[in-house]
């Protein structure tokens, strides 16, 4: 419910139309894939709640756009910083989010044996769905033209596909390093559960 609320206050009057619509296209296609599979494959609690956070970064970034987001600007004049930080935060969620997702689905598949390949395949995967998503952006920037800035979001960095990367891998790994062990305790819940 917290995500369809936050859809629709979002989508109600945002910056810019186009921008919203793919600022929030991964809530749009999750959203449902989470309700119809909610019996048959049911998530954790942790990997919920971090779906529910992750969804709320990307509707209100969507709302306002990246460069405009209101706590990025509060961000920006309390570190003193040249840019309005909250992109940042979003390509930082787009590691830790995707991490334990990653996680909980090689686990539960039994895809992997051994913590290190485990924690090295999740990686991967979250800097494949990070460089994946900045080619996105390339190619958005192409299709729109001079609309693209907005979904970009790059404020004047030339470095900004590189640090959005580089976020996402921090994200991975402090997930990985933070929530693995509660994550595994809700795992094995979730197993006695369905026995």
């Known amino acids: 419910m917290v995500m369809l609320a936050g859809l629709v206050w979002s989508g109600w009057r945002p910056y810019d139309r186009v921008t919203w619509l793919l ?3 991964p ?3 999750v959203l449902p894939i989470l309700w119809v599979t909610r019996r048959s494959y049911p998530l954790t609690p942790l ?6 956070v992750h969804a709320c970064v990307l509707m209100l970034g969507g709302a306002y756009t990246y460069a405009r987001v209101p706590l990025g600007f509060a961000m920006q004049e309390w570190w003193q910083l040249s840019r ?3 992109d940042k935060i979003g390509h930082f969620a787009q590691g830790f989010v995707p991490a334990i997702a990653a996680r909980e ?3 539960r598949g039994a895809c992997v044996r051994g913590r290190k390949m485990l924690a090295f395949l999740v990686v991967c995967f979250v800097l494949a769905v990070s460089a994946s998503y900045e080619l996105i952006e390339w190619a958005a ?3 729109l033209g001079q609309g693209a800035e907005e979904f970009l ?7 900004d596909t590189q640090s959005d990367m580089f976020l996402a891998l921090i994200g991975a790994v402090s997930a990985l390093a933070l929530l693995s062990a509660p994550h595994d305790r ?3 819940a979730l197993n006695r559960a369905a026995r």
């Not at 979001?153 to 470095?159: E, L, N, R, S, V």
Request: without cysteine.
């Open 23 to 25: 600022e929030v296209a």
């Open 186 to 188: 809700q795992l094995a």
């Open 84 to 86: 309005n930080p909250y």
């Open 27 to 29: 809530v749009i296609i």
């Open 153 to 159: 979001g790059t404020q004047g960095d030339p470095w």
């Open 141 to 143: 920037a192409l299709a």
């Open 47 to 52: 990997l919920l709640v971090l779906i529910t």
């Open 105 to 107: 689905i090689l686990l």
